[in-house]
C-alpha cells in the first residue's frame, strides 16, 4: 500500500478527537481513490475489516487491548460522519470531502456554466452576414434574433445579489474578504459542533478570512468552510476558557468582554 498523508483541513477536523476516532479515519483514508475521493468503492470495506484494523495488542500496564465491539466500531463512524470527516454514500463506502484527490481543486467550463446567467455566459461571436444579401434582409435578421433572445432570457430568475448562492454543496472555492457563513445552515455546524447557544466576537471571523485568504490554495465547499469555522471558533473558546479560570485563580475576579450571539452577528449589516 503506497504511503498517503493528510492536509491541514483533515487535521483541524480531526483534532479535538480522541485516537480512535483519528485511526479509524487513517484506515477509510488509506483506502481513498484518488480518481474519484471514495473509499469503499474499489477496495470494500466492512465492519469486522475495522475491527480487525483497531485492534490494540495486550502490554503491561495498557487497560484497553483487544479488537473493539461492533457497536463502538459503529458509534466511531457515526462520530466521523458527524464532524464532516466523511459522507456516506453507499454502505461503508465514503466520500471523503475535506481530503486531496486528483479532481478535488479542478472545475472544468461544463461545471462551471449552469451557475453563471445568460448575460454572464461568454459571448460567441456571431457570424457576420454574407455581403450578398440586402439591407432589409439583414434587418429582419437581427430583429428576429433579438425577439428569441430577449423571450428566453424573460422567463429566467433575476440575477442574486449574494455572491455565494452560486455555489453549490459540491462546488469547492478559495476564501475571500465577501465570504460569510450561512445563518440558515450555521446553526447547524455549531450544534453538531457541541457549541450551541455559544457567544462570538465579529473580529473572529475576520481573522479566520485573513487566515485562509493567506493559502489561495486551498479550496472548500461552503459547507466545509463553515465547519472549519465552527472548528477553529472552537479551539478559541477552549483556549479562552482556560486563560480564563488561570487568571481567575491568579488575581481574582476578571472584566469579561462583551459578546453577542453568533446569529447576532451573522446577521448584523454593520459587521
Sequence with gaps: MPAFQINDEEYAALADEP??????YFVIRKWMD?????SGAKRRLSEQ????ELYIAPTRGRHESGSPT??????????????GAITPIGTYVFQLPNADWDGSSKRSATDQQPDQQPD??????????????????????????????GSLISNLPPISVNTYTAHTAH???????????????????????????????PDQL?????????????????????????QQ???????????????????????????????????????
Design 19 to 24: 485516537a480512535d476516532v483519528f485511526k479509524l
Design 120 to 149: 454572464q455566459q461568454p459571448q460567441q461571436e456571431q457570424p457576420e452576414p454574407p455581403e450578398t444579401l440586402g439591407h432589409s434582409e439583414v434587418e429582419d435578421g437581427s430583429a428576429t434574433g433579438s425577439e428569441s433572445d
Design 206 to 230: 475576520l481573522e479566520f478570512r485573513s487566515y485562509w485568504i493567506s493559502n489561495p490554495d486551498r479550496h472548500r465547499t461552503q459547507a466545509q468552510w463553515e465547519h472549519a469555522l465552527a
Design 49 to 52: 475489516m475495522f475491527r480487525e
Design 70 to 83: 461492533r457497536q463502538k466500531v459503529r458509534s466511531l463512524v457515526d462520530r466521523l460522519i458527524t464532524i
Design 34 to 38: 484518488y480518481r474519484t475521493g471514495v
Design 233 to 271: 471558533l472552537k479551539r478559541q473558546s477552549r483556549t479562552q476558557q482556560s486563560t480564563e479560570g488561570y487568571s481567575h485563580e491568579t488575581r481574582g475576579r476578571t472584566t469579561r468582554s462583551r459578546t453577542r450571539n453568533a446569529h447576532d452577528i451573522l446577521t448584523d449589516p454593520n459587521w
Design 171 to 201: 462546488v469547492k472555492f478559495a476564501m475571500t474578504d465577501a465570504w460569510e457563513p450561512d445563518p440558515t445552515t450555521f446553526t447547524g455546524v455549531l450544534y453538531r459542533n457541541g457549541m450551541a447557544g455559544q457567544t462570538f466576537h
